[in-house]
């Protein structure tokens, strides 16, 4: 089952076997946002900054996950909020017994899946766009696979890249790091991929990378086998 289900800014496609995990995700999805919302009224900074921020005490756990995660890359917590909300509505359809739950917030995914399944790789007009897609393999524990681009999409981006996709268990890190590798991509490439590796040598949470710009390709880390795939763009999840 693919179900698409929108709140406010949060735009997601819902995979399952199961419709009851559809609902259970949409629940927290739902309770997740009303939760960083009530937060946010009550120390409004934390929305604007675009540097690590330490919170005020009393803070909700999706609020603990985002600071978390921006604090290991040195961008501002919302970085992560994507990733965040899909990676504890994945966590609830897991609880409730699924073992085949996919939620992609905006390109931002949490997933865990007892058979294999592919993850397209869209890179706005990268000659490789829509050309591969990532084999993932059945797994017991949720992974996340978050992507930020500077071309592409609504979500702010300070680099010039066409896809930056991360890898982590941690889908809160996955989300803020492809957030903060994306911002270092410019006019530099092999310099700017070296920036990169750098921080991921110092988070061994995160697991690989994706660096796309144009042509120009780094594969870091330990990423899914790549293969060839006719990715359909009407697949993609992005604003009604």
């Not at 009224?41 to 934390?46: A, V």
């Not at 992507?147 to 930056?164: E, F, K, M, N, Q």
Request: glycine share 6%.
């Amino acid at each position: 089952m693919r179900v698409r289900f929108n709140i406010k800014e949060t735009n997601v496609s819902i995979l399952s076997n199961e419709e009851r995990d559809i609902d259970i995700a949409k629940k927290a999805i739902i309770s997740a946002r009303m939760d960083l919302e009530d937060y946010i009224k009550r120390d409004p900074f934390f929305y604007i900054t675009f540097e690590p921020y330490q919170p005020k005490k009393d803070v909700p756990d999706v609020v603990k996950r985002m600071v978390s995660a921006s604090e290991k890359v040195g961008v501002g917590p919302m970085a992560a909020v994507a990733g965040t909300i899909a990676w504890i509505a994945v966590e609830k359809m897991k609880m409730a017994g699924s073992r085949y739950a996919i939620v992609d917030n905006g390109g931002d995914i949490a997933i865990i899946n007892d058979k294999v399944c592919y993850v397209g790789i869209y890179a706005g007009s990268s000659p490789i766009s829509c050309k591969y897609a990532f084999e993932i393999e059945p797994r017991d524990d949720i992974i996340g696979i978050c992507t930020s681009s500077g071309r592409v999409g609504p979500s702010i981006s300070l680099g010039d890249a066409d896809a930056v996709t991360v890898f982590s268990k941690d889908v809160s890190l996955a989300d803020a790091a492809a957030t903060a590798f994306g911002n270092f991509i410019h006019n530099d490439f092999n310099n700017e991929i070296k920036k990169i590796e750098s921080i991921m040598n110092e988070n061994d949470d995160i697991i690989g990378s994706l660096v796309v710009q144009n042509e120009k390709v780094a594969l870091l880390g330990d990423l899914p086998l790549i293969v060839s795939a006719n990715v359909d763009k009407e697949l993609i999840t992005k604003p009604y």
